[in-house]
Each structure stands twice: as structure tokens, then as C-alpha cells.
T-cell receptor, first 112, second 114 residues
Framework: KNQVEQSPQSLIILEGKNCTLQCNYTVSPFSNLRWYKQDTGRGPVSLTIMTFSENTKSNGRYTATLDADTKQSSLHITASQLSDSASYICVVADNYGQNFVFGPGTRLSVLP | EAQVTQNPRYLITVTGKKLTVTCSQNMNHEYMSWYRQDPGLGLRQIYYSMNVEVTDKGDVPEGYKVSRKEKRNFPLILESPSPNQTSLYFC?????????????FGAGTRLSVL
């Protein structure tokens, strides 16, 4: 069964600190993996998209890594800001990239 | 500005009263889809549409209908809502770009069925 798991379920950090979120998947065949940020009460917004051949992708203070062999991905947030407080969702696309399997998300809270 | 617009944003209704949630995109995308989001479960696809008059079931289609009479609109219809359809609903429109299929989500519709 195609699944995406994320850890931790929730995370609290202080402003300015770094953190890393994890994603494991069993989706096959694999097309690409994406990380979304979802602010409370809003729709998800894409942060990064990585295909099989891409090991890392950055978007400002967000850096995603992908290990297609172990089927793991991580999202590293550097120098966190209060505005980083949100849910971060790992999504894996199978087949031709049209079928998306969503992880349950990690709820990040950044405190002053 | 690229937009996916859902209406209404919030809706409280009673069991059995038919309702429609509208979704409109201004990007001329062919692929659109509906998701529901429930705590701890992540987004689950209800229905999707590859193009006008082409729709298909997603993972959790029971109790829902959709239509795609024109490219920009993809309404979600609940003929006889039940309390287990209380959820947060998202419409998404997908741009095919370099094989990466970028999804744009609406702001969401929070539905409560009493």
C-alpha cells in the first residue's frame, strides 16, 4: 500500500533555532517528492519538488533532501522565524506525477 | 495573479440538505481535484478531473459528486450530507511543468454537518 509517514507529529522550537523534519514513503513507482507548508486556515503551498535524480533542493531557509534508495526525505529549516509556525506536509507523486499521496504532516510551532 | 477560489469558506448545514462547494481557477489548468483533510490523516483525494467532461474517483469518493462542464470550474456536490462528511475541503489545480505537476490549492472550505 502506498503510504507516506512523517515524524515528529509535532515540534516546538525557539526562534532562531534550526530543525529537521522527516518523511518516509513506500510509494511506488516514484515520480517526485514535494514538501508543502500549510498555514492554519489556508491551503498548502509548495516549498520544494524533487525528482528521483535530485538529492537536495533549497528554497531560502528551507532545504529538502531525498534518498531514493532508502525512500527517505528530510526538510531542514535554518534560523527559524515565527512565521515558520505551520504544518509541513510531505507528498509523494506516483506514476506520471498525477497521483499524490499525502503524509499526515508535522505541526511546527516556533516560539519567541 | 494565479488563483484557486473556493466558496464558501465556512458552511454549517444539517444532515440530508444538498449543498455545493464551488471551485474556480484562472490558470487554464486541465487537471483539478478535490481533497478532504481530517486530523491525523492528511489530505485524501475525493475526485479528480483530467479535463472538461472527464472526471474520476479518488480514494474517498463515497457520498460526493463532481462535474466539469468548463475548464475553470470544478464544483463538489454533496447530495445528502452526513456528519461523517464534516471536514476541511480543498480544491487543487495542477500545472504540468517539466513532469513535476505543480499543485495550487484553494484556501479551503470548512464544512460542519449537524
Amino acid at each position: 500500500k502506498n503510504q507516506v509517514e512523517q515524524s515528529p507529529q509535532s515540534l516546538i522550537i525557539l526562534e532562531g533555532k534550526n530543525c529537521t523534519l522527516q518523511c518516509n514513503y513506500t510509494v511506488s513507482p516514484f515520480s517526485n517528492l514535494r514538501w508543502y507548508k500549510q498555514d492554519t486556515g489556508r491551503g498548502p503551498v509548495s516549498l520544494t519538488i524533487m525528482t528521483f535524480s535530485e538529492n537536495t533542493k533549497s528554497n531560502g531557509r528551507y532545504t529538502a533532501t531525498l534518498d531514493a534508495d532508502t525512500k527517505q526525505s528530510s526538510l531542514h529549516i535554518t534560523a527559524s522565524q515565527l512565521s515558520d509556525s505551520a504544518s509541513y506536509i510531505c507528498v509523494v507523486a506516483d506514476n506520471y506525477g498525477q497521483n499524490f499521496v499525502f503524509g499526515p504532516g508535522t505541526r511546527l510551532s516556533v516560539l519567541p | 495573479e494565479a488563483q484557486v477560489t473556493q466558496n464558501p469558506r465556512y458552511l454549517i448545514t444539517v444532515t440530508g440538505k444538498k449543498l455545493t462547494v464551488t471551485c474556480s481557477q484562472n490558470m487554464n489548468h486541465e487537471y483539478m481535484s478535490w481533497y478532504r483533510q481530517d486530523p491525523g490523516l492528511g489530505l485524501r483525494q475525493i475526485y479528480y478531473s483530467m479535463n472538461v467532461e472527464v472526471t474520476d474517483k479518488g480514494d474517498v469518493p463515497e457520498g460526493y459528486k463532481v462535474s466539469r462542464k468548463e475548464k475553470r470550474n470544478f464544483p463538489l456536490i454533496l447530495e445528502s450530507p452526513s456528519p461523517n462528511q464534516t471536514s476541511l475541503y480543498f480544491c487543487a489545480s495542477t500545472l504540468s511543468w517539466g513532469g513535476k505537476n505543480i499543485q495550487y490549492f484553494g484556501a479551503g472550505t470548512r464544512l460542519s454537518v449537524l
